[in-house]
């Protein structure tokens, strides 16, 4: 039965074959054993020769060998790939042992874990969320709030990365949870070159994530994503963060300013400057 399964999850994928095949030497590991519902799975490995523009596939089954999930995560130059599955939702409700299965070029690699009961703080069988709102710095627009809520954790500081496009989190937590994040398009966006609308990317530790944007407006877009238990550092990163034009951009802007006026002054570059 799997290997039908396998097959329709494949297709349900976009997937850039290359022109050519080679063998490979695959490996997959889960960073725990045993997981409750509701934690997070983080999916790692390498590949022995990584191919260009072509992921590992994922797919996770249950004890039964009923497909239940998949993804697909870009494999690195130097092999590695990481990959983060949440175990919320009723199709993780079974306890028992579940595989994740790696499919990269003509090889497959598995890991087999467990999944118990449910142990996050919850409120109605929804887990607990808190209000995690803070001001950031944003340069030449003054203090700006981003607005957050989590669950599982908290949020001990949030600043702006201008030099890297992002804004940075560190929270902590004793269990794996949730965080949502309103972002306010003055202060960061992403955008492809038509000006539309491009994914934000959200690393964990320096490793990307699979996140949902479940708000966008011409004012704000709203990010949620999924961490696991411990201290962590989460960056969002888009394509523009501003001020675009803070205290070192004004100050570009009067030289530049300042050495076309002296440019168009006569005595400068010959009688009459140029025109």
């Known amino acids: 039965m799997r ?3 396998v097959v329709a999850g494949l297709m349900l994928l976009v997937v850039t074959i290359p022109a050519y095949a080679q063998s490979q030497t695959v490996t997959v590991t889960v960073n725990q054993q045993s997981f409750a519902q509701g934690e997070s799975i983080v999916v790692s490995g390498t590949v022995s020769a990584a191919l260009i523009e072509h992921p590992i596939i994922l797919q996770v089954f249950s004890a039964n060998d009923n497909w239940l999930d998949a993804g697909q995560s870009t494999v690195a130059q130097d092999g590695t790939f990481a990959y983060i599955f949440n175990t919320g939702g009723d199709r993780w409700s079974t306890p028992g042992r579940y595989s994740v299965v790696a499919h990269y070029s003509d090889s497959t690699a598995e890991v087999e874990f467990s999944i118990t009961e449910a142990r996050l703080p919850t409120n109605g069988g929804d887990p607990i969320r808190a209000d995690c709102t803070q001001t950031v710095d944003g340069g030449a627009l003054g203090e700006v709030e981003v607005r957050c809520s989590i669950s599982g954790g908290t949020v ?18 004793e269990t794996d949870g949730n965080i949502s994040l309103n972002l306010p398009v003055a202060l960061i966006d992403a955008k492809d070159m ?3 609308n491009e994914n934000f990317i959200v690393r964990i530790d320096d490793v990307q994530v699979p996140h949902e944007e479940t708000g966008t407006s011409t004012i704000s ?7 696991i238990r411990g201290e962590t550092i989460i960056e969002i990163i888009g394509t523009r963060a501003v001020p675009e034009f803070g205290t070192v951009a004004l100050i570009v802007f009067a030289l530049g300013f300042a050495a076309v006026a002296a440019m168009k ?7 009459s400057g140029f025109r």
């Open 3 to 5: 290997s039908y399964l």
């Open 221 to 227: 877009r709203t990010v949620d994503f999924d961490f």
């Open 194 to 196: 038509n000006g539309s």
């Open 156 to 173: 001990n500081s949030m600043r702006m990365a201008v030099e890297d496009l992002s804004i940075v989190l560190r929270i902590s937590s």
């Open 265 to 271: 002054r006569p005595g400068l570059f010959g009688t």
